[in-house]
């Protein structure tokens, strides 16, 4: 069993910043990388950004290049998303996840990750 927790979500101003961050405990001994989804208000859970375990390899959404940026701390098993020129459309349920090892698909896709946290909001007001 991982356990997966969030923290840093909360309310700022459209352009402002804030951090998110994330630490799996538990039987963390097989990890293959961390990301974070987020689920927008009536909408369905969309990929933000992702970080291999290993080497630090990171991908992010399209919507988020350039303004989000996701880092780990591989002895921690902790990762962080350093998010910058927020948007009202950013706002949103963030959920951390974790995953085991490597199969076959896109890291983008939630089916990759076997563990999840509860969540965290994060609300950018206009």
């Known amino acids: 069993q991982v356990y997966v927790e969030e923290s840093g979500g909360g309310l700022v101003q459209a352009g402002g910043s804030l951090q998110l961050s994330c630490t799996a405990s538990g039987r963390t001994v097989s990890n293959y990388a961390m990301g974070w989804f987020r689920q927008p208000p009536g909408q369905g859970r969309e990929f933000v950004a992702a970080v291999l375990l290993s080497d630090g390899q990171t991908t992010h959404a399209d919507s988020v290049r350039g303004r989000f940026a996701i880092s780990r701390d591989r002895a921690l098993n902790t990762v962080i998303l350093q998010m910058n020129s927020l948007e009202v459309e950013d706002t949103a349920v963030y959920y951390c996840?974790?995953?085991?090892?490597?199969?076959?698909?896109?890291?983008?896709?939630?089916?990759?990750?076997?563990?999840w946290g509860q969540g965290t909001q994060v609300t950018v007001s206009s």
């Open positions: 996840a974790y995953s085991l090892g490597w199969r076959l698909g896109d890291i983008t896709d939630a089916r990759m990750f076997d563990y």
